[in-house]
């Protein structure tokens, strides 16, 4: 497609995919993960699992994009595997389903920045949270955050997605160091930080079938694979760039941003002697606010940092899992972008109107985004690069590194079809086992 968009730079590229990667998954998700799957035993399996699988599996994502230069239906049409269209079709629903909720969060993170200014949750921050967590008012809230999405995509990729990831990111690392910096300072942060970086091994074997898939789930959701992020972002890359170096650069940072939100929620949750286990989705709504609470005016101040790193980093992957859909429709069906962008808002607003409604439907849709839908689809596209794409995959993962790095592509390839692929397999079985209830 002669006109198709492309970013304008190569760290527009890496910022815009760490964007994608860092949000909700980092900050909201990782902590009460990590507190309800053993502390940092869980942290441990989550990093195997980011260099095991999921460095692997991004460059897969990468290699399908970048040789398609075609958002992710498409692509298998045109590498020539029409019968693996269903794989981007998977994705592309995984994406819009986990919108729908991401956006509900997405919704109580724009109510607390609010309320931060105001000192609206000071006070009883529980009771807050169980006000404006569901029903009509976070209904609104989900509106406001799907609305402001929708705005960011409609400009495009370089006007929009580009622009405004290339300032949102740097941002969020700036206010997380000085907030990590603050948790330091803690009298708990000794406590916090034993509890997050000294793995109990004996938790993960005997855990092994809860904590392991929810530690992969999380790896995976936290590098945005699986949903056709990677693909479709890819697909706007030149050929000049070594998608081996961008890979690892990508998973580095999503990975050192979200160990560096464990370091600012642990030692606050800590020093309120809030139990980490006892808090759920609520995690860092409950605790951070009420942290905060007897810190007064600088409480304040840092409260409203927090939660508009939250906010930050939440659009920038919000807008990832629209784009995905909308560059979807634009590239195949030729629709026009913000119209398309606008309907494909208000869709993904009504199936998010369960969760809204009631926690419990957020759950649902999380777990089985997360638990089913994401590692399935991995699962299939490991498969599809790793046995089908085979040759064809080396090759494009080869163009543009350098020679050093060239010869590592056909290690990637055999470790993407064993050890990948099994890992995955075995991350899938765990899962259906652990969503039926099914002992093992
Ligand atoms: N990686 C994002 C996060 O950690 O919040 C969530 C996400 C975005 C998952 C895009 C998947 C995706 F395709």
Not at 73 to 79: E, Q, R, S, T, W
Not at 146 to 170: D, F, H, Q, S, W
Request: cysteine-free.
């Amino acid at each position: 497609m002669a006109n198709r968009e492309t970013w304008a730079t190569r760290l527009g590229f890496i910022l815009a995919s760490v964007g994608s990667a860092v949000g909700l998954g980092n900050i909201w998700r990782f902590p009460f993960q990590t507190a309800t799957n053993g502390g940092a035993a869980f942290l441990l399996v989550y990093l195997v699992a980011v260099v095991v699988i999921g460095l692997p599996a991004i460059l897969a994502e990468f290699v399908v994009g970048r040789r398609a230069e075609i958002s992710a239906i498409g692509a298998f049409d045109k590498l020539g595997h029409p019968g693996w269209r269903a794989v981007g079709a998977l994705g592309v629903f995984g994406g819009f389903w986990t919108l729908s909720y991401y956006s509900v969060v997405g919704g109580w993170v724009v109510r607390y920045v609010g309320a931060s200014v105001t000192g609206g949750y000071v006070g009883n921050p529980a009771e807050y949270f169980g006000a404006i967590s569901a029903g009509p008012e976070a209904i609104v809230l989900h509106a406001v955050f799907m609305a402001i999405t929708v705005g960011i995509v409609a400009y495009g990729i370089e006007g929009g997605i580009e622009k405004a990831t290339r300032l949102m990111v740097p941002s969020i690392v700036v206010i997380l160091l000085g907030l990590a910096a603050y948790g330091a300072t803690l009298p708990a942060a000794t406590e916090a930080y034993d509890y997050f970086l000294s793995p109990n091994l004996g938790v993960v074997i005997d855990n092994a079938p809860s904590v392991i898939p929810a530690a992969v789930g999380q790896a995976l959701f936290s590098l945005s694979l699986g949903f056709s992020v990677m693909i479709t972002y890819a697909s706007y890359i030149g050929d000049d760039q070594s998608l081996g170096v961008d890979g690892a650069t990508i998973a580095a940072t999503n990975t050192f941003i979200g160990v560096l939100a464990g370091l600012v929620v642990f030692p606050l949750l800590f020093a309120q002697g809030v139990s980490p286990e006892t808090s759920g989705p609520g995690a860092v709504f409950i605790a951070v606010p009420t942290a905060l609470a007897d810190a007064g005016m600088l409480g304040r101040v840092i409260g409203l940092a927090f939660f508009v790193v939250v906010l930050i980093a939440a659009l920038s992957s919000a807008i990832s899992l629209l784009e995905v859909v909308v560059s979807y429709l634009v590239d195949t069906h030729g629709y026009e972008r913000k119209r398309t962008a606008v309907f494909l808002g208000g869709v993904v607003f009504t199936l998010g109107l369960p969760s809204a409604w009631n926690t419990a439907w957020l759950g649902w849709f999380d777990s089985i985004a997360v638990n089913l839908l994401l590692p399935v689809s991995v699962m299939l596209l490991v498969f599809f690069v790793g046995w089908v794409m085979a040759g064809d995959a080396v090759d494009e993962l080869r163009t543009g590194a350098a020679d050093s790095l060239s010869d590592l592509a056909p290690v990637w390839l055999w470790a993407l079809r064993t050890v990948v692929l099994l890992a995955v397999v075995g991350t899938v079985a765990l899962s259906l086992f652990e969503l039926t209830g099914a002992p093992v």
